[in-house]
Nanobody, 126 residues
Framework: QVQLEESGGGLVQIGGSLGLACAAS?????????MGWFRQAPGKEREFVAT????????YYADSVKGRFTISRDNAKNTMFLQMNNLKPEDTAVYFC??????????????????WGKGTLVTVSS
């Protein structure tokens, strides 16, 4: 069991940057989990954004964010991050932190994730 809490959402201008963080807590060691970021825009299904394996060595990105977003984790601090640059209006969504019992980040479908945070809203506007 792990509890996840996102922070860092907000309003940002087109082309701007924003960083999200996900703090994890619970009895199991944080490095037992692959971690990921997903997002859900109004009227749309939740979609994969990025995942990272247990060690932070391997990362995976949706094509729509590749080259603009960077996922990372600090296992000593039980925290995962998402740095978002060159933001676009289509990045507007609620961003969710998720944990998977798989240690590999290559399992990055919504149904592969076991634990979810409550989400944080990111709005990209002119």
């Amino acid at each position: 069991q792990v509890q996840l809490e996102e922070s860092g959402g907000g309003l940002v201008q087109i082309g701007g940057s924003l960083g999200l963080a996900c703090a994890a807590s619970g009895p199991r060691t944080f490095s037992n989990y692959a971690m990921g970021w997903f997002r859900q825009a109004p009227g749309k299904e939740r979609e994969f954004v990025a995942t990272v394996n247990w060690s932070g060595e391997n990362t995976y990105y949706a094509d729509s964010v590749k080259g603009r977003f960077t996922i990372s984790r600090d296992n000593a601090k039980n925290t995962m991050f998402l740095q978002m640059n060159n933001l676009k209006p289509e990045d507007t969504a609620v961003y969710f932190c998720a944990a998977s019992n798989y240690r590999s980040g290559s399992y990055n479908a919504v149904e592969d994730m076991t634990y979810w945070g409550k989400g944080t809203l990111v709005t990209v506007s002119s």
